[in-house]
């Protein structure tokens, strides 16, 4: 039970640092960004860098948010500013900056899987269970990044901003918020946090160019579900993360892969504002 | 508006022209006998496809050196198969009808092997393919010199059991033809020799989260695990995982080659693999065929492996069969096949047992700087009922 | 232009397109002939994507999924039954069976009244991944990874696939070229354009797509049984996700929306992959990919589009313009297809609706009959147009009751309360900029007219209200003329025309003159009194001209913050002390 219990934990929190940076984007810009796996795998090859510089694999941390910033600062000034007012061909060239991620790092770092150093790894004792030490490590991580958004959201003048245009952009433009600054903020730090996400869960995977498209759907899935709020993305993390584990834990872990993108459709189609309060 | 479309269909029509002239070129020369390599430059393979690409080009090589087969030159063709389906069907499209191959030698996927071999038929060209894979591929073009479950999969059960005395197992895969081939056959072979399956579990090919699976496998308790994975990235992670939630029992990995277990580093300590080929094989014609690959490609050298080694051999097998037969005439070279033997690096080799081979099957075990340790040989494992239905 | 040149026009591409196909075997390669099958296999399913994407804005990565059904419909039946003529048929007819089945439950997954675009194109993204899933778990019976192999199949040589195939591919593009061009293709058009505008023209916007979704994997699942049946293997490949987005890649490269740019991408890009890709595999993707972006970004219309303009530069001024017709007057039927008049038109009883804890409409409680001209009125944020848009679709309101023509709308969508004979017209011109104003005025038509699925009408029927109202404005001179091209005032009579194309007995008019001249106004005014008046019609106004108001009202209720505060005659707003404090307190409006 209490492995059981500890999965679910830990598995929505990964969910959680692997969507953060989605529903940032979505919820400014009322679009998905399909590059998204694309950041992630961004996130998986800095922390490749750090560990192939012998540096402390606690670097890899700010290294992906600082990479990942700068690649969502080229790609917002030059793919997605042209495309505010066509949301599905935001789509579309989202989809394609996905693939260019893909073949560029193919190109540069080879196909082959490859390692990162893990700064913890093995098997702690937790509740009375032996249970991996670095996914407890990222509940914490989850946990610690909820707050900073929070934090940032609530507790800072961009925040605030932010916080107007994701409510009502005419009216917030209105009161001489800059929003196009506030998509170009956005954008960016989406893909910094996708790029932290991916950082993150390289010591539980390997690092290869497709890194990012296993966790692609669920994200998309639970941020469609979760509307513009992270304690809603944090709610459907829980249930949809619970019920993937629970299905894949008595049933088969092959449904509890479609678990989360089943669910989520049937949610959004039976209650259309899903996990959102209204 | 109308009458631009018919320009499209004019453009269209001159473009195809100009392509088919294009195409034309590739005559075929009686005095050439073209090898033609369909192979995963891209998408899952494209790792493992320049080692099988090089070992290729040294048997040709020699073979040229020493005059060709029947005094013919040998060519060699390869194309980017995609790891797929829909590549491998532009592949063998177009070394069969447009290169004019006369033979493929190749390792595939399972599923670029089945859509090519359609067109194979259709071509009608002998196929040698040199990928270990589920088994059970059958067509009259057909040769397979690689292993299938049934022929490595016990040495890693008997082992377990003569060893570690483990009665319960605990089997993990990728949900994939080969993944579920592997596992089915090591359930019903532990189970015949008084094994017990506690469970058989399987992630989508892409997933890389196996922490349920790995809790179930906790709470099972078994005596040993046993993995069959897709190559690569799910072979990692799984690997990862399960060190990462200490599981210590004696665990084989039927997906993992030399060189990844290799670059995994610590976690890969104490794994059992088995396969036909490793590359500290202590033969002479292995040490020849390393060295002599060592010569060619220097520093640019992929690691020989049990795909490539195939390869190698399978380029040979082909140049046997030519030779035995009299001429590249698809049937005779079809007979002559299962008739002749090659000495390779892994051994003498004939592909005499319903189109495959009885291989000498090798178990090791990863040592903690990553080289594996060679601990028993199996002779000449039987291939067991693979296409009885072809002669 | 003209229907007739048209029909002439598709004919002679059909003979050429055939043509080439039938000489094409005796020209090509055998490596250009089996590419070209499967390409035309793949153009087909491309050309659904068109359909969807292109003209009737669905992004769809799905139709890969329907094209594997197929496949696989004939893979799993030869594999475990034997091929045989009937089991051929069989499959045919389960694999379209099964098409179906999945596009119905996409479609009511994606399709509902406020579903977002989005929504449908993740889900759609979602439908080949589970798919392929099932597939690969199906083990040793669906082959999982590595597919089907080996199957007999119809004895049939490459050189009359090419036909068959070929054949299949020009039937398809000639079928959707003429239904897209039809008055019913149209409609497509109009959904992508305006959706809202055409669920409030009466339009059941959700069934149309999910039939069109039908149909389009239909077409997509017998690409995949032929592909199937021609190849002889199936993989779980052809129904993945990655074959879906290739298909919106070459179609977007190819020219989205316009049928022969998918097909000529897709054959081009499918044919180019075999020779290149062997050489450069990650460089030509990587082109590809960057294509795509740049494309998206800069070429939204695709490449074909930019081949027909440097093609047609010698041709210059002879733009082609939009569609038209011939007006003429309905014969009169006055409420012919929608709801007969009820004893009250609107009855409104306690409505209200509120926004999270902020409350717009409170108690709203009041009785129209027909023949009333009835204005609202009252300062910005009285709830006007909120009232109208809870009369105008059931799912707005958070309590009370609406009866139109004595039928309780309950939660009804807009295009259910239009068939109670409600026409609504939005606060600002919300009108289709891509198509014509006849074309516009024919998609209001739908409702009481089904459109041809195949041509086009050269006549269009209107009541005479709405013929007055397009002289009154110059637009019965521009009816070739795209929306997009006119003015402001314009648009806004066109929108009105459209409404009371809809032959409603309950009109519901937000700020309709917004952007007109005085005269306009004055003869716009005049036509809705004798709406009112002759064809007994209620009328709900909103405007902020209370001169115009004064003018042409026959009652008026004042709205303030969300209550009625005034329900009387003109006279009794302008005696009203009341209402001048409002107005003063708030800000006057002239």
Known sequence: MTAQFLDVITTAAILFAVSAGLLIIFGVMKIINFAHGGFLTIGGYSALLVTTLGLNPWWSIPFALVIGFFCGMIVERLVMRPLYSRPLDAILATWGLGIIIGQLITLVFGREVQFVKSPISGAVNFLGASYSHYRLLLVIASIALALALAAVLNGTRLGLQTRAVIMNENLARGLGINSGLVRFITFSLGAALASLAGALITPLTSVDPNLGVPWLVSAFMLVLVSGMSLASLAVACLVLGGAQVLVSSYGNPVLGGLTIVVLAALILRLRPQGFARD | MNAIKLGHLVALFRTLCATALFC???????????????????????????????????????????????????????????????????????????????????????????????????????????????????????????????????????????????????????????????????????????????????????????????????????????????????????????????????????????????????????????????????????????????????????????????????????????????????????????????????????????????????????????????????????????????? | MRPHSDGRWVLICVAAALLLIAIGPYLLSDFLVNNLIRGFLYAAVALTVDILWGYTGILTFGQSAFFGIGAYAAGLIFTHMGFSPSHAALALGAGLGVAVLVAMLVGWLSFYHGASPLYASVVSLALPIVVSQILYSGGAFTGSSSGLSGFESFDVSLQAWFWIAGLFLVAVTAGAWMFVRSDAGRVLVAIRENEARCEYLGINVSRIKILLLVVCAVIAAIAGYAFACVQMVV????????????????????????????????????????????????????????????????????????????????????????????????????????????????????????????????????????????????????????????????????????????????????????????????????????????????????????????????????????????????????????????????????????????????????????????????????????????????????????????????????????????????????????????????????
Not at chain 2, 188 to 216: F, H, R, V
Not at chain 3, 492 to 499: D, P, R, S, T, W
Request: aromatic fraction near 6%.
């Open chain 2, 24 to 391: 034309a070129t590739g005559v075929h020369a009686a005095d050439v006998i073209k090898i033609g390599i369909p192979v995963g430059l891209s998408g899952a393979n494209s790792v493992v496809a320049p080692s099988v690409v090089q070992s290729a080009e040294l048997a040709v090589e020699e073979i040229n050196a020493k005059g060709g087969i029947l005094g013919k030159k040998v060519l060699l063709e390869v194309a980017d198969d995609g790891s797929g389906a829909a590549g491998a069907q532009k592949a063998f499209d177009s070394l069969l009808f447009q290169k004019k191959v006369d033979v493929l030698i190749t390792m595939e996927t399972s599923a670029a092997r089945n859509a090519g071999l359609p067109i194979v038929t259709r071509a009608k060209k002998p196929f040698i393919y040199t990928s270990f894979y589920e088994g059970r591929s059958c067509n009259k073009y057909l040769y397979v010199n690689a292993w299938v479950p049934d022929q490595q999969v016990a040495p890693v059960v008997d082992y377990f059991m003569k060893t570690y005395k483990s009665k319960t197992y605990f089997l993990i895969g990728s949900d994939y033809a080969y993944g579920r081939g592997m596992l089915g056959f090591t359930r019903k072979y532990a189970e015949s020799k008084g094994g017990k399956i506690l469970g058989e579990e399987y992630l989508p090919m892409d997933g890389a989260d196996w922490t349920p699976i790995i809790s179930k496998l906790k709470a099972a308790n078994p005596d040993a695990v046993i993995t069959s994975t897709a190559g690569g990235a799910p072979n990692v992670t799984l690997t990862k995982q399960l060190r990462a939630a200490g599981i210590k029992i004696p665990y084989g990995n039927l997906a993992v080659d030399e060189g990844t277990a290799k670059s995994m580093g610590a976690d890969a300590n104490g794994i059992y693999i088995s396969g036909s080929y490793l590359t500290n094989i202590d033969t002479p014609a292995n040490k020849t065929f390393m060295a002599a690959m060592q010569k060619k490609f220097g520093a640019n050298l992929k690691t020989p492996n049990d795909l490539s080694v195939p390869q190698y051999e399978g380029v040979y097998a082909y140049k046997a069969a030519v030779e035995k037969a009299g001429s590249t005439g698809t049937d005779a070279v079809i007979k002559a096949l299962a008739e002749v033997a090659v000495d390779g690096p892994r051994g003498k080799i004939q592909m005499n047992k319903q189109r495959h081979a009885p291989l000498t099957i090798y178990l090791g075990q990863v040592q903690a700087d990553g080289n594996v340790k060679l601990l028993e040989t199996f002779k000449d494992v039987d291939p067991g009922e693979q296409c009885p239905n072809l002669k």
């Open chain 3, 235 to 590: 993989a779980p490949e052809y129904t993945g996700f990655v074959f879906g987005t290739e298909l919106v890649i070459w179609v977007a490269l190819g020219g989205r929306g316009t049928l022969i740019g998918p097909v000529i991408g897709t054959l081009l890009i499918d044919t180019s992959t075999a020779y290149l890709s062997g050489n450069l595999p990650y460089i030509w993707k990587l082109v590809i990919g960057l294509a795509f972006v740049l494309v998206i970004v800069a070429l939204p219309r695709g490449i074909a589009p930019l081949v027909t303009a440097i093609i047609r530069r010698d041709k210059a001024g002879k733009t082609e313009s939009g569609q038209t017709a011939t007006l003429q007057a309905a014969i009169a039927e006055p409420l012919a297809g929608l709801a007969s008049a009820g004893s009250s038109a609107i009855a409104i009883e306690q409505v209200r609706k509120n926004f999270g804890s902020l409350q717009v409409l409170e108690g709203i409680d009041f009785k129209a009959r027909h023949g009333e001209l009835l204005s609202l009125v009252g300062p910005n944020g009285a709830g006007k147009t909120t009232l109208m848009r809870c009369i105008g679709d059931g799912g707005e309101r958070s309590g009370g009751k609406i009866l139109i023509n004595d039928h309780d709308i309950a939660r009804r969508p807009p295009h259910e309360c239009v068939a109670f004979g409600v026409g609504r017209k939005f606060q600002n011109a919300n009108t289709f900029d891509a198509l014509s104003v006849a074309e516009s005025l024919r998609i209001a038509r739908t409702r009481l007219e089904k459109p041809s699925l195949w041509s086009r009408a050269a006549t269009l029927d209107l009541p005479e209200g709405v013929l007055k109202i397009m002289r009154a404005t110059g637009l019965d001179q521009q009816v070739g003329v795209e929306v997009r091209h006119l003015s402001h005032g314009q648009k806004q009579a066109l929108e009105l025309a459209m409404v009371l194309a809809l032959e409603p007995s309950v009109v519901l008019l937000d700020e309709p003159t917004a952007g007109l001249t005085k005269s306009e106004r004055t003869l716009i005014g005049q036509i809705l009194v004798e709406l009112t008046s002759k064809d007994r019609l209620c009328i709900l106004l909103v405007e902020h001209d209370l001169d115009f108001v004064r003018e042409i009202s026959s009652r008026v209720i004042v709205l303030h913050q969300g209550k009625i505060v005034l329900d009387g005659t003109v006279a009794d707003v302008v005696e009203s002390e009341l209402v001048r404090t409002i107005y003063s307190g708030d800000g006057a409006h002239t």
